[in-house]
C-alpha cells in the first residue's frame, strides 16, 4: 500500500516541476546579439545615414528602440571583453591594443562569460562570426560557454598579405614577400576543427556563411530557449562584399558590404518571425567600436581608436514586438558591459558572485518603463590601459588636455566649455581619481583581473600552411 501511494505522488510532483519548468522558460526570452565590425554610427538609415540602404534595420528600429548613447570600446577585443563579461574591457581584458594571431594571452578562461552564464539556465549557446579574445585552444568559444562556434579566431586582416587579407575587392594581391614572415594564415574554424585557409575569394563569403549558420542554429533551436552571438567580420577591412551585394550600392564597396550586413540582419529577424519566436525573442544590433574613415560617424567627433564619440559610441537598436515600446530612443547612458546583467536577470539567472562587475541591468530602459535612468552616473573612457576621458551626465572631460564638452548640447564635441565651468572640471577630475585605486588611471590597476597565459604559444595555421589539430 505505500508502495502503491508512494509512485502516484512523485509523479504528480515530477509533473508540477515539470510544469513550473515549462512555464519558468516559457517567461524567459531568447537572446540574439548582432555584433558588426568598424561600423560607422551614421551608416545605417536608423542613425542618419543617406548613402546606405538599411531596409531590414530600418524596420528593426520602426519595430524597436534606438539607443542614441551605447558605448563600447575604441577597438575590437576589449570591446569583446567588455561583451563577454559584463565588465570594463581593462578590467577582465588588460591589453594595450588588441589581440594577434598565435598570441600566449587571452580572455582568462577563469572569467565568466554571458553564455556560461545563460548555459546554467538552460540555454543552448552559439557564436558564430568573429571572436577574437585569444586564438589558443584554452581560449577559444566552446571554452567560454558557447556549445558551438562557427567563424574567424580573429580581425580577415590578420593574415600574410599574398592571401588577399591585406587588400579589398578589386585591389591588386601582393605576392609572397622575400623577407619576413608576417602573419600566420588566416583559419576558418567550425568548434576546433579548422575548415580552410581563408584566401580573398573567401572573404566574400564570409556574411552569407555566417548568416547561413545562424538560421540554421535558430531553426534547430526553435523549441528551447538559446543565446546566438553573431559577431560579422564585415565590415572591417578587408572590404569584401559578397557577390550579390557587388556594385549594388551608391557607396562603393564599403557601402555594397553595410548592405549586405542589412541583408543579413533581415534573414536573421525574417527566420525569427516565421518561426513565431517574435514575442519571445530579445534581439540586440550593434558595433564592436567606431567607425573609421571609410565610414561615416556624424554627427559625432573622429573614428574608431580615438576617445571622441565616434570611437567608442554605437548604433544601437534592440528589438522585441510587445515587450520593447517600437519607434522609440533614448540617450541614456549604457553600452557592452550591460548586457550579461542584462540578459541573465531575463533568464532567470544569477550573476557571479566574488568578482566585480561594472554592468548593470538596462532591461527597464530597453522596456521603456517611466521613469528608467541609466545605472551609470559616471562613464569612463579606456583606451588600452590609460583612461583618457570621464562622462558624468551630460558632461565629458577629456583628462590630458582638460577640454569640458556637453554632450547634450554639443554631441559633436566642437565647442571647449572648460574655462566657463571649472566646478565642473573639478568634480570630473575627483571622479577621475576614484579610478586610481580599480582599474587604474594607467598600466595594471589593482581591479584588473590576470590575463589568461598559456606556455608554448602557436598560430592555428603555421606559417608553412600546416593545420593544427590539438585545439
Known amino acids: 500500500m505505500k508502495q502503491h501511494t508512494f509512485k502516484p505522488a512523485m509523479s504528480v510532483l515530477a509533473f508540477l516541476l515539470t510544469t513550473v519548468g515549462t512555464m519558468h522558460a516559457a517567461q524567459t526570452p531568447n537572446f540574439i546579439f548582432i555584433n558588426i565590425d568598424d561600423l560607422g554610427y551614421a551608416d545605417i538609415g536608423p542613425f542618419g545615414s543617406t548613402l546606405n540602404r538599411t531596409p531590414s534595420l530600418d524596420r528593426m528600429a520602426e519595430e524597436g528602440r534606438r539607443l542614441t548613447s551605447f558605448y563600447a570600446a575604441p577597438v575590437c577585443s576589449p570591446s569583446r571583453a567588455s561583451l563577454m563579461t559584463g565588465c570594463y574591457p581593462k578590467r577582465s581584458l588588460s591589453i594595450p591594443h588588441v589581440l594577434f594571431p598565435g598570441n600566449d594571452v587571452g580572455l582568462a578562461p577563469e572569467e565568466i562569460t554571458v553564455a556560461e552564464l545563460l548555459k546554467r539556465q538552460g540555454y543552448a549557446t552559439a557564436c558564430i562570426g568573429k571572436w577574437h579574445l585569444g586564438d589558443q585552444p584554452e581560449f577559444l568559444p566552446r571554452r567560454q560557454g558557447f556549445d558551438y562556434y562557427f567563424g574567424l579566431p580573429y580581425s580577415n586582416d590578420m593574415g600574410p598579405a599574398e592571401d588577399g587579407v591585406k587588400s579589398n575587392l578589386g585591389a591588386p594581391i601582393p605576392?609572397?614577400?622575400g623577407k619576413g614572415r608576417g602573419q600566420p594564415p588566416?583559419?576558418?574554424?567550425?568548434?576546433?576543427?579548422?575548415?580552410?585557409?581563408?584566401?580573398?575569394?573567401?572573404?566574400?563569403?564570409?556574411?552569407?556563411?555566417?548568416?547561413?549558420?545562424?538560421?540554421?542554429?535558430?531553426?534547430e533551436h526553435k523549441n528551447e530557449r538559446f543565446f546566438l552571438y553573431l559577431p560579422h567580420s564585415a565590415v572591417h577591412f578587408p572590404i569584401y562584399p559578397g557577390k550579390a551585394f557587388q556594385g549594388k550600392s551608391k557607396n562603393g564597396i564599403y557601402g555594397d558590404w553595410v548592405e549586405e550586413v542589412d541583408w543579413s540582419v533581415g534573414q536573421v529577424l525574417d527566420t525569427v518571425r516565421e518561426l513565431g519566436l517574435s514575442k519571445n525573442t530579445l534581439v540586440i544590433f550593434t558595433s564592436d567600436n567606431g567607425g573609421t574613415k571609410r565610414g561615416v560617424n556624424a554627427p559625432l567627433r573622429g573614428f574608431k581608436g580615438s576617445m571622441w564619440e565616434g570611437g567608442?559610441?554605437?548604433?544601437?537598436?534592440?528589438?522585441?514586438?510587445?515587450?520593447?515600446?517600437?519607434?522609440?530612443?533614448?540617450?541614456?547612458?549604457?553600452?557592452?558591459?550591460?548586457?550579461?546583467?542584462?540578459?541573465?536577470?531575463?533568464a532567470g539567472g544569477k550573476l557571479p558572485t566574488g568578482r566585480k562587475l561594472d554592468g548593470a541591468d538596462i532591461w527597464p530602459i530597453l522596456a521603456g518603463?517611466?521613469?528608467?535612468?541609466?545605472?551609470?552616473d559616471v562613464f569612463y573612457y579606456y583606451r588600452g590601459l590609460k583612461l583618457q576621458a570621464v562622462r558624468s551626465g551630460p558632461w565629458k572631460l577629456h583628462i590630458v588636455k582638460k577640454e569640458l564638452y556637453n554632450l547634450e548640447t554639443d554631441i559633436g564635441e566642437t565647442t571647449n566649455v572648460a574655462s566657463t565651468n571649472p566646478a565642473v572640471v573639478e568634480r570630473l577630475l575627483a571622479l577621475v581619481a576614484r579610478m586610481k585605486d580599480d582599474l587604474g588611471l594607467d598600466g595594471i590597476g589593482p581591479g584588473c583581473r590576470p590575463l589568461g597565459k598559456v606556455p608554448n604559444a602557436r598560430p592555428i595555421i603555421s606559417h608553412d600552411g600546416i593545420f593544427r589539430s590539438d585545439l
Open 175 to 177: 605576392k609572397r614577400r
Open 312 to 346: 567608442m559610441r554605437e548604433p544601437t537598436i534592440a528589438w522585441w514586438p510587445g515587450k520593447i515600446p517600437a519607434g522609440t530612443e533614448t540617450d541614456a547612458i549604457t553600452g557592452m558591459m550591460d548586457i550579461l546583467p542584462t540578459f541573465v536577470k531575463l
Open 369 to 376: 518603463q517611466p521613469g528608467a535612468k541609466s545605472p551609470h
Open 186 to 219: 588566416l583559419p576558418l574554424l567550425r568548434n576546433e576543427t579548422v575548415l580552410q585557409r581563408v584566401l580573398a575569394h573567401d572573404q566574400t563569403t564570409l556574411v552569407t556563411r555566417y548568416t547561413e549558420e545562424a538560421v540554421k542554429f535558430i531553426k
